[in-house]
């Protein structure tokens, strides 16, 4: 399924594994992504790019992920953006706590490039944009 034509924001305050997804993303042919390297950066660039899909740490400067995610999935005008919250907290503690904030997704780090491509299908099913 393609869906190069997504509007990604990669937010991590890891700019080399921000950059390492940003260029795994751009090998396999995503052209329209944005980088976030704390909280209230990634809510500024969500509210005024309003990207489909948000790649999401959850420990980062300022605001965590989880409150990044809980202020978007809070906010009618960005209903259809979706979250994978990525973190190294541990899987189950990832588990029990991000679905509580609204995260579609979340996956443990470091996070596999093709696991993050099966949720993004899971995601958006039938999405050819």
Known sequence: MNHTTLKILIADDDRE????????????????LVMASNGEEALVKTMEL???LILL????????????????KSNPELEGTRIIMLTGIGPSLNELTSPLYGA??????????????????????????
């Open 104 to 129: 579609d997704a979340y996956l443990d780090k470091p996070a596999e490039f093709p696991v993050i491509e099966r949720e993004i299908d899971r995601l958006f099913p039938g999405d050819r944009r």
């Open 50 to 52: 309003r990207p489909d």
């Open 17 to 32: 594994l921000a950059e390492i997804l940003k260029r795994q993303f751009e090998s396999r042919g995503y052209r329209d």
């Open 57 to 72: 740490d959850v420990m980062m400067p300022i605001l965590n992920g989880w409150e990044v995610c809980k202020q978007i």
